[in-house]
């Protein structure tokens, strides 16, 4: 029965077929802070089935009906805990209320940072995420800064997230292989995960440094319309990758004031 489940290439679904990679992505929650777990994608189950071994109550969001008929019949114990939309459309509210809950997956690529976007905006109830991405995707997320690959991703996950690359996970286990190999990684929510800054005013200076990221700050953010004497700040004459989550964080005080004080 397994077979009549076909990936589809529009769903970028690629189906995990070894089960000691399914059984430790599995195990890299911790399981703290939260009894429920919301499994992103499940395909077949090959993930679930470990996931259902522990001490919480899992769920699954999967869109693709063949999918959810084959969960159904071979996972009695999902009949009421598949939930058969979007996600990235799905008010998370309609089944966890305000209650704490981790998100795993083997995500399908082509929406994998969106995923991460709407985690991002549910950080509040989730304590804990974890699963597969495209290697390069997860490498990008987890980067520190005065890597090439650290950019607005990497930034805007761990100003809430500790972000950690866990291993990485060669083609040849999926049906169908995918042309990249992949990479597993794992967000834990910081103790305080508070912004002491505007939110959208902290995303908008770290989107726009990184647009023109070979530019230092002082040209990059010129549509910040900054003041003479807050262009002399020697961080200005950084680039974009030069600047630890943290001095982001400052990066957008210091234009919150300097815009208070042109006013």
Do not use: W
């Amino acid at each position: 029965m397994k077979d009549k489940v076909r990936a589809k290439k529009h769903l970028g679904q690629h189906f995990l077929k070894d089960e000691e990679i399914a059984e430790k992505i599995a195990d890299t929650l911790s399981l703290n802070g939260y009894k429920k777990i919301l499994e992103i994608g499940p395909g077949t189950g090959v993930l679930t089935k470990y996931l259902l071994k522990k001490p919480v109550t899992t769920f699954v969001c999967e869109i693709d009906s063949e999918s959810v008929t084959y969960l159904r019949a071979h996972y009695l114990q999902l009949s009421d805990k598949i939930i058969e939309k979007d996600f990235l459309k799905y008010d998370v509210s309609e089944t966890f209320k305000q209650e704490q809950f981790a998100i795993i997956g083997n995500f399908p690529y082509n929406i994998s940072t969106q995923i991460v976007f709407k985690t991002l905006e549910l950080r509040d109830q989730v304590p804990e995420f974890s699963g597969m991405f495209q290697k390069e995707v997860a490498q990008r997320i987890c980067a520190p800064h005065g890597n090439k690959t650290y950019g607005i991703l990497s930034v805007l996950t761990q100003v809430f997230y500790e972000a950690e690359y866990l291993f990485t996970v060669p083609p040849e286990v999926f049906n169908p292989p995918p042309k990249v190999e992949s990479g597993v990684m794992r967000l834990t929510r910081k103790k305080d995960y508070s912004l002491p800054c505007d939110e959208k005013l902290f995303f908008r200076v770290v989107k726009t440094a990184f647009q023109q990221r070979r530019k230092t700050l002082r040209n990059s953010l010129k549509t910040f319309n900054l003041s003479d004497n807050l262009k002399e700040d020697t961080i200005f004459g950084l680039r974009p990758e030069q600047l630890s989550v943290q001095r982001f964080v400052e990066l957008t005080i210091k234009i919150a004031n300097d815009s208070i004080q042109t006013q």
